[in-house]
């Protein structure tokens, strides 16, 4: 019984990615919105982007005036936190490129 009811929904399973897969009809309304907001989105992003990156060598700077031995450590946290800061306006366009078109 157990075998039937698995092949059953093996079948069910395999049957409902066909069955679902349907184009929509008519386009979505408002959808030249989209590109505009894309374009907020970016920019957005890329000012809060350039002020935490200039936020964040500002203070680095400051840490190593303050302490030289440890510039190396600074220096090195530092740029990781510049890549994970580059990463959102990255990740932002990659979503803008995804959406807009």
């Not at 932002?92 to 078109?101: D, E, G, P, Q, R």
Request: aromatic share 6%; net charge positive; with cysteine.
């Amino acid at each position: 019984m157990t075998k039937k009811l698995f092949t059953v929904l093996g079948l069910l399973l395999l049957a409902s990615t066909m069955l679902c897969a349907q184009t929509p009809g008519n386009p979505t309304a408002g959808g030249h919105w989209v590109p505009i907001s894309a374009a907020f989105a970016m920019a957005i992003a890329s000012s809060l982007c350039g002020l935490a990156q200039g936020k964040a060598i500002a203070s680095a700077v400051e840490g190593m005036a303050r302490n030289p031995g440890a510039a190396k450590a600074i220096q090195l946290a530092m740029l990781i936190g510049l890549a994970f800061i580059e990463s959102l306006a990255l990740y932002t366009l990659l979503i803008v490129f995804v959406f807009a078109h």
